[in-house]
């Protein structure tokens, strides 16, 4: 069950700006941060170098959480490079 109390404080924006990327790369970041094993494997660091045209429409996108003006998460979604 959600605890709209708890939801009642966030924000949800759609990444556009080079600012919003940039906290977008923050997140992904602390994600990575929070793995007990490096994602190298899937060229991490090149993602990131390239958020903003990865994840960039018309075939991706980021929304970032906002708590308090500060950014807290987001979701990614972007066109896979495998066939």
Do not use: W
Request: aromatic share 12%; with cysteine; net charge positive.
């Amino acid at each position: 069950m959600i605890n709209k109390e708890k939801l009642s404080g966030i924000r949800f924006k759609t990444v556009v700006s080079k600012r919003d990327f940039i906290h977008a790369k923050e997140m992904f970041k602390a994600y990575e941060k929070s793995l007990d094993f490096k994602l190298e494997f899937q060229d991490f660091e090149k993602e990131l170098n390239k958020i903003d045209e990865m994840y960039a429409p018309p075939f991706g996108g980021v929304i970032l959480a906002f708590h308090q003006a500060k950014p807290v998460g987001c979701i990614g979604i972007r066109k896979s490079t495998q066939q």
